[in-house]
């Protein structure tokens, strides 16, 4: 049970290790681009490739017979992995073993719905993945299985999501062979990382440079970082700290070396809407910005 293509080595580790799949639930195909043509997530690409059966309910807790054709499978266990359902009690009480969680934290830090980018934004040093026996609560279940992985001032969630992907992959296959005992999490640890929207990536230049570029790696790819420039987004691709001070947002040289809180931030790739990707040098010989340009605004 997953959908995005975080989920998807654990379904190839899976298959490969000839697990008997009697069924892959992901989120329905839904418009998507520019054209707004109808996709299927990465989850069912995944599973069409490999032959398997899809279910594509679009909810579960308020639709019973959906919850009754999963209980009529007869599972020994679920594995669910950024699936983006909620399920019901029915159905967490339906496989023998019950439903495993393949999450992207070490729990209980960092519940919710963007672990992998809470992480790097809180600049936490260390993240990884924990196996987790699913309950009611949100990430609150016991746990089966952790291990970590290092958080460097380079990481971004691009590049962390493909290496945590791959480690959970590997350790749901262990948990099931293992059948480790579990640990109960303790609660009054825990940390939350919601659900982020676009917005989410604006850019405060009056915030510490350190904490911009994290903002920045951590919200590559989604939901982007951003600021205002002549009146238009522009999308911050890439960046890393500098030198420099003035008022917040001031474009300090001519390599689009930003002003923030204290110190600065040179932009090292830009988009415009509707634009190609551009390092600054390339972009700044189309699109000057000299000098004292306020960003932001």
Same mark, same amino acid.
């Given at each position: 049970?997953?959908?995005?293509?975080?989920?998807?080595?654990?379904?190839?580790?899976?298959?490969?290790?000839?697990?008997?799949?009697?069924?892959?639930?992901?989120?329905?195909?839904?418009?998507?681009?520019?054209?707004?043509?109808?996709?299927?997530?990465?989850?069912?690409?995944?599973?069409?490739?490999?032959?398997?059966?899809?279910? &594509?309910? *679009?909810? $579960?807790?308020?639709? !019973? /017979?959906?919850?009754? #054709?999963?209980?009529? =499978?007869?599972?020994?266990? %679920?594995?669910?992995?950024?699936?983006?359902?909620?399920?019901?009690?029915?159905?967490?009480?339906?496989?023998?073993?019950?439903?495993?969680?393949?999450?992207?934290?070490?729990?209980?830090?960092?519940?919710?719905?963007?672990?992998?980018?809470?992480?790097?934004?809180?600049?936490?040093?260390?993240?990884?993945?924990?196996?987790?026996?699913?309950?009611?609560?949100?990430?609150?279940?016991?746990?089966?299985?952790?291990?970590?992985?290092?958080?460097?001032?380079?990481? &971004?969630? *691009?590049? $962390?999501?493909?290496? !945590? /992907?791959?480690?959970? #992959?590997?350790?749901? =296959?262990?948990?099931?062979? %293992?059948?480790?005992?579990?640990?109960?999490?303790?609660?009054?640890?825990?940390?939350?990382?919601?659900?982020?929207?676009?917005?989410?990536?604006?850019?405060?230049?009056?915030?510490?440079?350190?904490?911009?570029?994290?903002?920045?790696?951590?919200?590559?790819?989604?939901?982007?970082?951003?600021?205002?420039?002549?009146?238009?987004?522009?999308?911050?691709?890439?960046?890393?700290?500098?030198?420099?001070?003035?008022?917040?947002?001031?474009?300090?040289?001519?390599?689009?070396?930003?002003?923030?809180?204290?110190?600065?931030?040179?932009?090292?790739?830009?988009?415009?809407?509707?634009?190609?990707?551009?390092?600054?040098?390339?972009?700044?010989?189309?699109?000057?910005?000299?000098?004292?340009?306020?960003?932001?605004?």
């Amino acid at each position: 049970m997953g959908s995005p293509e975080f989920a998807v080595p654990a379904l190839q580790a899976l298959h490969h290790a000839r697990r008997e799949i009697v069924a892959v639930y992901c989120q329905p195909a839904r418009p998507a681009g520019r054209g707004h043509s109808i996709r299927r997530c990465p989850v069912h690409v995944a599973a069409d490739n490999l032959g398997l059966p899809v279910r &594509t309910p *679009a909810r $579960l807790r308020s639709d !019973l /017979a959906a919850q009754a #054709a999963f209980s009529e =499978l007869g599972l020994d266990v %679920a594995i669910v992995a950024a699936y983006g359902l909620i399920l019901p009690q029915v159905m967490l009480d339906a496989p023998t073993r019950g439903c495993l969680n393949i999450h992207a934290s070490l729990l209980p830090r960092w519940r919710g719905a963007a672990p992998i980018q809470a992480a790097i934004l809180a600049g936490d040093t260390q993240t990884g993945i924990t196996i987790m026996q699913m309950e009611a609560g949100l990430d609150t279940g016991p746990m089966l299985l952790r291990q970590g992985v290092p958080i460097t001032e380079e990481t &971004t969630t *691009a590049t $962390l999501h493909d290496i !945590l /992907a791959s480690l959970g #992959a590997r350790m749901i =296959l262990e948990a099931l062979a %293992a059948r480790p005992a579990a640990t109960s999490q303790n609660d009054h640890e825990a940390t939350y990382a919601p659900k982020l929207a676009r917005e989410d990536g604006r850019i405060v230049w009056s915030r510490p440079a350190e904490n911009i570029d994290r903002q920045i790696r951590a919200f590559d790819p989604w939901p982007g970082t951003f600021t205002i420039l002549a009146g238009e987004p522009l999308k911050i691709l890439a960046a890393h700290r500098a030198d420099g001070c003035s008022i917040p947002g001031t474009v300090l040289d001519s390599r689009l070396t930003v002003a923030c809180g204290d110190h600065a931030i040179r932009l090292t790739r830009v988009q415009l809407p509707g634009r190609a990707a551009l390092d600054a040098d390339a972009f700044l010989r189309g699109h000057p910005v000299p000098p004292g340009t306020m960003l932001g605004q």
